[in-house]
Structures are given as structure tokens and as C-alpha cells.
Nanobody
């Protein structure tokens, strides 16, 4: 059983920063890619950032490139999302996701999800 627990969300002013964390309880954590998704009210869930099993390859949606950074610490089973220069349109529930059986990065299938953490960016 894989469990993902996000933390670090909150309320921040536009232009500010937040760091999201995802704690993963699974064996062989460093065998799988990880990702962050988000879902804003009335919108579909979208991919935000992904990172390969080794951390050597990362991908981002265009709207966050240059502002967000995904990273991982395989020794601690943790994934992070550093978010800088936040905009109001970044307001959403942010979800941590993990691959299931086998790594198919970058064509990953995201089989495991956390409960999400709310990020609200005010004017």
C-alpha cells in the first residue's frame, strides 16, 4: 500500500513563495517517478511538474516554468515543490502523485494520489 501525504499549503500574497512537501510511504521509493498536479475550482486536474526516479530529469507545465522547482530526496522518501513568484491563477488544490508498477517516465501512469493541500494566492 502506497500512501502520499502532502503538506505546506496555505494562503500567500501574489509574488510570494511556498514550498510543498510530499511524504511517501512505499518500498523502493527511488524506483519511481513522482509528480505534482493541481486542480482549481471548476477546472480539470492538470499536471504541474514531474521528476524521474533519480531526480535527473524534470518536466513542467509551461505556465510554471521558471517559477516552480520540483525536487526529491530519495533517502527521506520526500518530494518537494518550491513555488516562487506565485500568481492568483496558481490558486488550487495541489496533489502529489506516484507511479504504480514499474517506471515509464516520462510516459508515466500516475496510480497513487495524496489527499491534496490547498494553495490560495491573494492579490
Amino acid at each position: 500500500q502506497v500512501q502520499l501525504v502532502e503538506s505546506g499549503g496555505g494562503l500567500v500574497q501574489a509574488g510570494g513563495s511556498l514550498r510543498l512537501s510530499c511524504a511517501a510511504s512505499r518500498r523502493n521509493f527511488d524506483n519511481y517517478a513522482m509528480a505534482w498536479f493541481r486542480q482549481a475550482p471548476g477546472k480539470e486536474r492538470e499536471f504541474v511538474a514531474g521528476i524521474s526516479w533519480s531526480g535527473g530529469d524534470t518536466r513542467y507545465v509551461d505556465s510554471v516554468k521558471g517559477r516552480f522547482t520540483i525536487s526529491r530526496d530519495n533517502a527521506k522518501n520526500m518530494v518537494y515543490l518550491q513555488m516562487n513568484s506565485l500568481k492568483r491563477e496558481d490558486t488550487a488544490v495541489y496533489y502529489c502523485a506516484a507511479e504504480g508498477r514499474g517506471s515509464r517516465w516520462p510516459d508515466s501512469l500516475w496510480d497513487y494520489w495524496g489527499q491534496g493541500t490547498q494553495v490560495t494566492v491573494s492579490a
